[in-house]
């Protein structure tokens, strides 16, 4: 998920101040509140989409339901899942037709395979994912107008930024450093500036931030002393945790969202991962023992339902990504009633297809299982070749390596041909925004992989 903090993009505060309002009571609901509050806001966005939204009216209809059939939660199986694909060549049909009144802004997303997905939202969307973040990085300690620091490249991509390795906006609170020339050499600027602007959190990749962290150990220098660190965008290894929280002296509070804004996941200071089941609905397999209502796919990949979005209500959306819950019974010490994450697994997009005709899904997690790696990426050079290139510590033993290349070998099977390499962090290949690509592929083609 990326939230820009824009001034012009947010300036609606009285809505800010009404979601902010509503986030910090709801937070504190019981299970029962939050799973009637959570149907009512289902119910509105669903007799809207039956109202005004072709696509659902018409889904609606062919299945002989009306909004009146949804009377709890887990009704809405009765609707089937909303794949990327569909979401794309429906586009113009899932559009309101009282799209305007919503003032909405066009927004585009891109997949690991390269399809662009447009979608909708609403202008009041934005104050939505602001009171949202404000939550979440209040549960860290932060205070609106608090000085923060971010590793980003959106900002920097633009014409004559390139080369700037900073920015402070004294507005929000902001100082912004470029992603993109953050090098070993660059390193130890980066950290006096955030020093020197008296920065109290950081707000990154997990690569990058992780990036920052490595440089600045190899130099001998702690990092400048935060609250917390705030990492977002990828999925977190726990040795990029450890190597975050070590320089700059504080916990990492991680997220997880996607640009549909549709659910929303962070770390709370008992550093339990909660569904924001008040922002967006989340349904997984293994919720309550019900099946999303997708067969056939290699693995199951979660669904997501906007609670909020008028201008393009996207109803049980395949997130792509595989979620775990804990039990639903799990109460947090935090006292908050959110549902307790698990596992997030990671892109499902992000497959495999070998040369014998195995998909293999989330290769990059066998990482998680490794000593002494810091980060790394599966470049899959051809049909029947695989390197790895991983950016890895003293505690990366041959024993280490080997064992790395078993737990591959087991996913891949014999048909490929594995190397491993080790690299420095400016060797690994990220995306255009920054973002660290865990596999990449040199493969001709491989539509629906
Ligand atoms: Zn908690």
Known sequence: ?????????????????????????????????????????LQAIVDHAYHHVPYYRDLFRSLKLTPADIRQVRDLQKLPPLSKATARRESRRLTADNASRFRPALHRTSGSTGATHEFLLDREANALEFAYYWRYWNWAGYRLGDRFAELSSVFFSREGFQHTPYVAQPITGRLLLNSLSLTRQSAVAYAAAIGRHRARFLKGLPSVVGALARFL?????????????????????????????????CPVYDSYGQMERLVAISECPERRMHVHSDYGLLECDDSDGSAPGRTGSPQPTCLGTSLYNHSMPLLRYELGDCIELDEPGLRCACGRGFPVVRAIRGRVGTSLMTPDGRVVPTLFLVLRDVVGIETGQFIHEAADRLSLRVVASEAFTATEQARLLTLVRWHVGPSMSIEVARVRPEDLIVEPSGKLQMIVSRVEAREGV
């Open 1 to 41: 998920m990326s939230v820009h903090w824009t001034v012009g993009g947010f300036l609606q505060p009285t809505k800010i101040l009404k979601y902010r309002r509503l986030f910090a009571r709801t937070q504190w609901y019981s299970r029962e509140e939050l799973a009637a509050f959570q149907l009512s806001r």
């Open 217 to 249: 150990r190899d130099m001998g220098q702690d990092g400048p002393r935060l609250q917390a660190v705030f990492t977002t965008g990828e999925l977190l290894l726990p040795s990029q945790r450890v190597l975050i929280e070590g320089c700059f002296g």
